[in-house]
Structure formats: structure tokens, C-alpha cells
């Protein structure tokens, strides 16, 4: 019996396992207990002797938790009888032919509860589905449980280099990674009709959103993704629209509320190695194209939030490039720059992700690439987010697009934060100077002033004032004396004109001028949540 082109794409098979996996307890609730917490948190730094230790004397007592858990979490290799006996619904045969299972390739040396590797085409030689008994057993997968602040979650993907060592496969599907929950984390969760995950890989964008999506279309370029992301959504009792396509042409002509993209973004020459990594697209192309897509297919408020990569030259401004990208949509957006990376570690990077660095042409594949960047007059490489909304009514005047470098460990997009900051910005764009001299303001309860002094022949002398607002990305502003003052009156008790009028008296100022310096800083205080309208924003 052969495996099959992609696995777990047999409904039947993937229920049976499904019921497996739950009689075992296997889920974000008892793999944690079961590990402990040091071996847990070990895992979560990517150090898995812990887990592996505390398991395998776990599976050598009988634990079926503990053996579906070094299969399919910690990709060991097992006993066939331990693994008949954690999965007696799915069964090696019907593990084997339904690709959730593989024989281990014993030829390699590796005994029980080791890490080998196998052919990345998934071929070892010998199916093993009509010999049970045979010594060991090894998931074709990566299973593992997830959560979110609702429920607990099984995320199917591909194992990566650090479970399997060497280069992944060129099909590979990327698991629950670095970038994916930064984006997860960031995603607005408001209720909406149509959601649309573009570029899904195992599905855990659709995952997130399904709870808070009439409905959740899927796409990706990448045959084995949607097989793998099909899995995930029947393992967790969802059901999703998956198409195949790239970009935007699976959805031609549609609209969605929410668009959500984690892309194969990576900088390259256009070389396409591996499929979740490579677009096949030179430079930037690819989220350039993504960009310029979304327009034609968001509902008027609807929100688009993707993760990108952009090209730093020379000594240019990073927001040039993705500045006319955005500007050419015609939308309200938000830019985050979190990071820039130089060429050396952005090649050394991506190398060691796929598992190439160890390989015998790492040095050729490292060069061809620096080569690129150096014929581009690439100095950096940025990485960030590009979120991008639909006034929900049409509006004159030029789209509200804000660029930011966030790079402070504190500066974390979450959904509230960023549904709030595109709240409070169009909020401003509504709002005339003279409006706002009308409305009643109040300080962020955790707002926070800090003071830099340095002592003088007078005694101390400030130098700096910085309000600063804990958890809020970019949520600081700069304050002067009159500043200082202005803000301390700000409790929501009278307006802001009576605020500066009252200010202006006690210091022989012109109230009008008084109030032309500081509405800026106001303007910038109420967008990063450090002062709040007492009426609310509408």
C-alpha cells in the first residue's frame, strides 16, 4: 500500500484520528501538564531534550499521551506497538495509507525515540502497512495542539529542520512560527461576514479568524498546503472554502470584510526553492502585487492585514517603496517597520529555516544570494506589517497613512491596540482644530510621566518630558512646559479650549496661539491612546 500524493486528504481517516487524538487527551490542556512546566517552556525555546526525556519515560510506562505526543509534536520515532495502541481507530495501516503515518527507515541507525531523517519526497523504501509489528513507527506529519483565549486547537503542518534534520522539502508547510503568531496576534477580531486568508499554509490564520467569520475562504499556491490546512480545519470540526491560486485569482471579482496574508515574502532573486518561503517573483515583487490587489476586493470598512518584506537601497528612506505601494491603493493605512535586517543575516536567516545552512552548497546558495542584493544596492531588508482599511464611507482628501518603526521590545501589535489606533485615526480625520478645542479630554488611566533632569548651578533643570502609555505600540509623546501643564488639566472635566484659555491667563499667553502649538501634540496624544475624548470617538 503507497502513500498517498498528500496527506490526510481521506475525511474518514482524518475523523478516526481526530477521535484518536482526543481519547488520548492530546490538546493544549494536558500536553503542557504532561511535560511540566521546565520542559514545556524549554520546548517553547526550541530545547527538546526536556520533552523528550519526560516522555519517553512516560511511553515506556504505557502512556498513550505521552507516545502521540512524541510522534506527532516531537517527531520521534516508536514502537509499533505503542503507536497501535494509542491510535486503535486510525491504526498504523490506516495511518500509513491516509499519510498521517510512515515506516522509520531503521537503515539509518536510529533507534526508538530518536530523530531520523528520511527522503524529503516522503518515499522510505518500505510502506510497512502489512506488517504492524514492524519496530518503529514515525509520523509523516506535524499535529499539535494550539490555543487561543476560547479553545483548544490541533494544527497540522510539515516537521521542520530542527525535528528532521537537513533541508525541508520544496512542498514544505510551514507550522506555528514566529511570523504567523505575530500576525495572529495583531488581527482585528471583530464579527465579520467573509474573511479571506490569502497564502494559508496550515491553515492557522483561518484558524484564528473562523471564530469570529460568518465564513473563511482559504487560498494558496501550494498543493500539499491545502491538503495539510484542510486537515487542520476537519481535526478541529471547521469547515473552510479552500481554492487554489495565487494572489487574488482564486477570488476574482469578490469581496471580503477581513483579508488576512502571511505570504512567501522572502527577498530573493526569484529563485522559487521552497514554495512557503519563495514567491517566484524578483525582489519585493510578490507583496508589492499582494498590496496593489487588496482595493478591488474589500468591503467599504473592511480591514486587510499582511505581513511583508521591502527592499532598503542605499541610503533610501525604508518607506519609499512601500510608501507608493500604499499610496497607490488609495486606502487608509498603517505601516510597521519591526525590524531591518542587513543582506549577511537576512541570507543566514532563511538558510537556517529551510535547513540549507547545513548543507554541502550552503557557501554557493549564500553567495548567489548576497551577489543579488549587492547588483540591487540592497543595504537593508525590512520586515514589518501593512494594514490596510476601506473607509466605510467614501471621503475627500488625501487616504490617512501612517508609517511607523516600532522596534522597542514593548511595541507589540494586538488586535484592540490596532482596531483602536484606525478607530482613533479616522476619528481625527473627521474632526476640525475648532471641534476639537470643544471636546473633553481625559489622560489613559496608565499613562506614565517621565522626567530626564540634570542638576545646574540652580539645582535641577528638565531637560525632557515624556508621556508614555505601558503596552501601547508607539504610544509615548514628547511634552513641553505648557504641555505638561495642558495635559494635567486634562481629567474630562471641561473642554480643551477652557483647558488652554484658563493656561493662557495664569501665564499672560495668547490663547490662540497657545492652542495652535499644542493641538498637534494633542492630535498625536488622542492616536496613540494617551488621551481619550470622555464622549467617545463615535
Do not use: K
Not at 522559487?272 to 508589492?288: T, V
Not at 546558495?365 to 514589518?384: H, P
Request: glycine share 10%; net charge negative.
Amino acid at each position: 500500500m503507497s502513500t498517498p500524493a498528500h496527506p490526510l486528504t481521506d475525511p474518514a481517516a482524518v475523523d478516526r484520528l481526530a477521535a484518536d487524538l482526543a481519547a488520548c487527551g492530546y490538546d493544549a490542556d494536558h500536553v503542557p501538564a504532561l511535560l511540566g512546566a521546565d520542559a514545556h517552556n524549554a520546548l517553547g525555546r526550541g530545547q527538546r531534550w526536556p520533552a523528550l526525556h519526560v516522555t519517553g519515560r512516560a511511553a515506556a510506562d504505557g502512556s498513550a499521551l505521552a507516545t502521540v505526543t512524541r510522534l506527532f509534536l516531537l517527531g520521534t520515532s516508536e514502537p509499533a506497538d505503542a503507536v497501535a495502541a494509542a491510535l486503535p481507530l486510525l491504526g498504523i495501516p490506516g495511518g500509513i495509507a491516509c499519510g498521517a503515518l510512515e515506516l522509520a527507515d531503521v537503515r539509518e541507525g536510529h533507534g526508538a525515540h530518536g530523530t531520523d531523517s528520511a527522503d524529503r519526497d516522503g518515499s522510505n523504501g518500505d510502506d510497512g502497512a502489512s506488517h504492524p509489528g514492524a519496530a518503529l513507527i514515525r509520523a509523516a506529519v506535524d499535529i499539535r495542539p494550539h490555543a487561543d483565549d476560547e479553545r483548544s486547537y490541533l494544527v497540522v503542518s510539515d516537521f521542520d529542520s530542527d525535528s528532521r534534520p537537513g533541508a525541508v522539502r520544496r512542498d514544505h508547510v510551514l507550522g506555528i512560527g514566529a511570523a504567523s503568531v505575530t500576525l495572529a496576534r495583531a488581527v482585528i477580531r471583530r464579527p465579520v461576514d467573509r474573511v479571506l486568508d490569502l497564502g494559508t499554509g496550515c491553515g492557522i490564520q483561518a484558524l484564528h479568524c473562523d471564530a469570529h467569520a460568518g465564513s473563511v475562504t482559504a487560498t494558496d499556491t501550494n498543493p500539499r498546503a491545502l491538503a495539510l490546512a484542510g486537515a487542520t480545519a476537519r481535526l478541529n470540526s471547521l469547515d473552510w472554502d479552500l481554492r487554489a491560486g495565487s494572489l487574488f485569482e482564486p477570488v476574482a471579482g469578490e469581496r471580503f470584510d477581513l483579508i488576512v496574508s502571511n505570504p512567501p515574502f522572502v527577498i530573493s532573486s526569484g529563485t522559487q526553492r521552497f514554495e512557503y518561503r519563495d514567491s517566484g517573483l524578483a525582489g519585493d515583487e510578490l507583496c508589492r502585487r499582494l498590496v496593489l490587489g487588496i482595493p478591488d476586493h474589500l468591503t467599504p470598512g473592511g480591514t486587510a492585514q499582511i505581513l511583508a518584506n521591502w527592499l532598503i537601497r542605499g541610503d533610501g528612506d525604508w518607506r519609499m517603496a512601500v510608501g507608493s505601494w500604499v499610496a497607490a491603493t488609495g486606502l487608509d493605512g498603517w505601516v510597521v517597520q519591526r525590524e531591518v535586517a542587513p543582506p549577511a543575516q537576512y541570507v543566514a536567516l532563511w538558510l537556517q529555516d529551510t535547513g540549507e545552512a547545513s548543507e554541502d552548497d550552503a557557501e554557493d546558495l549564500a553567495g548567489e544570494w548576497l551577489d543579488y542584493f549587492a547588483r540591487e544596492n540592497v543595504t537593508g531588508i525590512g520586515m514589518g506589517s501593512i494594514t490596510l482599511r476601506r473607509p466605510e464611507h467614501s471621503r475627500a482628501g488625501t487616504p490617512d497613512v501612517i508609517f511607523d518603526q516600532l522596534t522597542a521590545a514593548g511595541d507589540i501589535l494586538t488586535g484592540p491596540e490596532v482596531d483602536a489606533f484606525l478607530a482613533r485615526r479616522a476619528y481625527l480625520a473627521a474632526v476640525s482644530d475648532a471641534d476639537l478645542l470643544d471636546v473633553r479630554l481625559s489622560l489613559a488611566d496608565s499613562d506614565i510621566l517621565e522626567q530626564r533632569l540634570l542638576p545646574g548651578r540652580d539645582g535641577w533643570t528638565t531637560v525632557l518630558r515624556m508621556l508614555h502609555r505601558p503596552g501601547g505600540p508607539g504610544a509615548s509623546v514628547q511634552l513641553d512646559e505648557w504641555g505638561q501643564a495642558l495635559f494635567a488639566g486634562c481629567r474630562g472635566d471641561v473642554t480643551l479650549r477652557t483647558l488652554v484659555e484658563l493656561l493662557a491667563t495664569a501665564h499672560a499667553l495668547d490663547p490662540v496661539a497657545l492652542a495652535a502649538a499644542a493641538l498637534p501634540t494633542i492630535r498625536t496624544a488622542i492616536a496613540r491612546g494617551l488621551l481619550h475624548p470622555v464622549d467617545g470617538i463615535g
